[in-house]
């Protein structure tokens, strides 16, 4: 279960109670107070500020209890998430001081005009001269954030400056987020080429299926740095990674095993698109309405494409009617869809990448009692699968090579490098993936962009190292 933890400010009367009977309290609640400061200490009375972990669904009975004491007056309450984001989680940091008039004639006017003039003779120069060579864009239009759905531009904001920190702390990223007042595709489209000069590739993030199809492949065709939405290939790259060594743990084959994957949205479609490429013969694409058939007719592109596809199955039916019998079951959709029933209807040793955020397509408790491997997007569970595991490698590679676009090797490359980074004698149920702290995920991934992107000839610089 998430914990989340609490900051309890309280004055203690001293005549009429003790610590000993806040305590007693706060676990009777179900919490664990962490730690405790002193902020007064006087004869009568005390302030304390006490950090309590709590179950996300002990936090109300907690504050509750701590109110009803006799003896107790509750001053405040925050909740530790709150505080990390106060103010925001990034800042934006000069290179160097400008200490006296002669710094500033250089960074600023007048020396910064023949800096200017020689990129404009050679825009290339922009890369050595400017911060596009280590900056990113991380775009969205806060329509399909995590699980919550179309929350807007201003609350999609915590999402992409996360990413923002990660890109920064993981690969050395400078990554800006962008979150953008209008969910018009060609109104996005223009924006993000008109923004594009100074940043060295776009990332972008939680925009709703079927528009982040379209916004995708056009500014891959428009513009001549990597596009890459994260929530499709960064998915679906982690996802092929983690698939790879849960079939090594089960002893089945890729081209064997029968694969439900639920939710056909941004992540969904793009998974799909890299199990068929990985090798897989029998998939079943399910949305809302059930499963996606071979032969069938539909008006979204990308599923009328997978209806095409001969490994798609032909028959129909509800997700809890074609989960039976499937071998892996990979949820991009949202969470509370299937009970520990549905997943013991799966295939013996089965697999189950319950990926919605921030709660799985099925409770981690109830399906861990039938699965073979569980995964979740959640960092409270292991086999945490999230394309965090791959977008700061991914562009830290491709700036590096200055990659014109991500193609489809460079994908399963990063996940073969992925997967890699947990030896077979690692390698156990609750140890598929590798753990975004990890410090051989990055340059694994960097490695097999660059080396991929040279070979397949999107590269247009060779890095010192791979020289
Ligand atoms: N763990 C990870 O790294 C990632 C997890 N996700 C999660 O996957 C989910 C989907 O994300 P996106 O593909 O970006 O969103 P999206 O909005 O593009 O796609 C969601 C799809 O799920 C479908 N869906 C909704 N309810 C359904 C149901 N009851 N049964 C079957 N399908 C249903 C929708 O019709 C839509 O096609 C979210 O919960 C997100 O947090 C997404 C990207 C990465
Ligand atoms: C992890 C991620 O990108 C998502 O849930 O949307
Ligand atoms: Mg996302």
Redesign the pocket.
């Known amino acids: 279960m998430a914990q989340t933890s609490i900051i309890v400010r309280l004055e203690l009367d001293h005549d009429t109670v003790s610590f000993g009977d806040v305590a007693a309290v706060v676990s009777k609640a179900g919490g664990d107070i962490t730690s405790i400061d002193v902020i007064r200490s006087g004869k009568e009375s005390s302030i304390r500020d006490i950090t309590v972990d709590a179950g996300e669904h002990s936090e109300a009975l907690i504050v509750e209890s701590l109110k009803n004491l006799i003896g107790i007056k509750l001053i405040n309450v925050s909740d530790r998430t709150f505080l990390v984001h106060l103010g925001g989680k990034i800042v934006i940091q000069p290179t160097l001081p400008i200490k006296n008039r002669e710094d500033l004639s250089q960074v600023y006017t007048p020396g910064v005009a023949k800096v200017c003039k020689a990129i404009h003779e050679n825009p290339s120069k922009a890369y050595s001269l400017t911060i596009k060579r280590n900056t990113v864009a991380v775009i969205s239009d806060g329509t ?1 954030v ?2 919550l ?1 179309d929350v807007g531009p201003y609350a999609a904001a915590p999402v992409m400056e996360g990413k923002a920190m990660l890109f920064k702390q993981l690969a050395g990223v400078d990554a800006f987020p962008l979150c953008l007042d209008t969910r018009d595709t060609e109104e996005i489209i223009r924006t993000i080429k008109a923004v594009s000069p100074i940043f060295g590739g776009i990332n972008l993030e ?1 925009i ?2 079927p528009r ?1 199809f379209e916004i995708e492949q056009r500014l891959t065709e428009e513009l001549d740095i990597p596009i890459f939405h ?2 499709q290939h ?2 679906a790259v ?1 996802v092929i990674a983690g698939l790879l060594n849960a079939l090594k743990i089960v002893n089945k084959r890729i081209n064997h095993v029968r694969i439900v994957v ?7 479609v793009s998974i799909c698109k890299i199990l068929l490429d990985a090798g897989v013969t029998r998939l079943v694409p ?3 309405e059930g499963a996606i058939v071979y032969g069938g007719e539909y008006e979204q592109p990308m599923w009328q494409w997978l209806a095409e596809q001969p490994q798609v199955e032909r028959e129909s039916g509800s ?1 809890k009617e074609v989960i039976r019998g499937a071998d892996v079951f990979i949820g ?4 509370g ?1 299937l009970n520990g029933d549905d997943v013991q209807s799966m295939n013996e040793k089965s697999i189950v990448f319950a ?3 921030p709660e799985p397509e099925v409770n981690p408790e109830e399906a861990l009692k039938h699965v073979a491997v569980l995964a979740t ?1 959640r960092s409270d569970y292991p086999n945490q ?4 595991l791959v977008f700061p490698g991914l562009f830290r590679g491709a700036l590096d090579c200055r990659a014109k676009r991500i193609n489809e090797p460079m994908k399963l490359a990063a996940a073969r490098a992925i997967a890699s980074v947990v030896s077979d004698i690692e390698l156990n149920e609750q140890y598929i993936i590798p753990s975004i702290f990890n410090d051989k995920v990055v340059p694994a991934v960097r490695k097999a962009i660059v080396e991929t992107a040279i070979l397949t000839g999107v590269a247009r610089r060779i890095p010192p190292d791979f020289r």
Not at 262 to 268: H, L, Y
Not at 385 to 388: H, K, T
């Open positions: 399909a995590l699980g759905g939680d709703s299926s982040c994260d929530d960064g998915t982690v639920n939710g056909i949205g941004a992540a969904g399910v949305d809302k997700l991009v959709s949202r969470g869809l990926l919605a955020n997007g699968i999230n394309n965090v």
